[in-house]
């Protein structure tokens, strides 16, 4: 991966469309990766993602003690991966290894980079007033990754039951929204 | 629009891969409707979407005070009127008029569907201790409608500034997932 830091002002235009991302986390020494499309944008600056971690997951355990993870966005070609990381547990096997995903050492938190995604955002856990009802983090984007090389990232997005849709034709309209 | 009820436990396969969606209210009278792609799955059923809605809106005050909308997702061919609706205000002008929207009459809420749109989601706000800190907003689904002419919706997905991604290609892998 060709690596370039990326402004945190700019990250809202990478999770906003809904991608499947992946989501590491390190604990007790233990990497991990979950796959996850259940996020939303919270704020712009700095970047505030809210996302849902189901309540059994190793990953769960590991974001809850940890307080910190990094979200990875996979392009299309990666699919067969994504599916495999979110069909296994981390309890079982390492998925790293498993699937042929490429941890990589951020620079402000533990859990790992993935090399193989366009683009990798270390998150640190802000507020976990809503994890007992809802599983739901809020985390902040402390540092933005992407890699200059890829252009227009053909994203994947689920639209349930293993049915995915990838990104199409890009549109430029005349918005004044951010 | 051809209209149909959905079954509760499928509506998180619309909103999964990350739509832009127009979200309707009414209050004293007066419907609205706003653009937003700040918004999450958060339980598959009953659908739980959490929500994001700006604190200086007018759709904010309604959802404050009715605790009801409808979430329309519109497919591409909507595109300019989505950014007309997300570049104006119902402080000033009436969306539905001035952009050609046809508001219908929902069954559970006040809140108006949009003919226009070939998925229309009626949304009751259960929980509101996240509006203070971040304006948003947790909805349960109620009532979900779709056009069932309509096979595969060509989603809008914001990338921001402008910049959208319209859904392309479908695949299908063996997921476990949900």
Known sequence: ???????????????????????TTSHKGLMNVMTQSWHTMMEFEPPLVGCVIGGNSLSFEALRATHECVISIPTAELADKVVAVGNSSGRKIDKFHAFGLTPQQGSLVAAPLIAECHANLECRVIDTRMVNRYSFFVLEVVKAWIDPTIR?????????????????ETIKLPSRMK
Do not use: K
């Not at 906003?16 to 991302?21: A, Q």
């Not at 227009?152 to 293993?162: C, K």
């Open 152 to 168: 227009e990232p053909r994203t994947l997005h689920h639209r349930g039951r293993g049915v995915f849709m990838t990104s199409g």
């Open 1 to 23: 991966m060709t690596r370039r830091s990326y402004p945190l002002s700019r990250v809202y235009g990478l999770l906003e469309p809904g991608p499947v991302v992946l989501l």
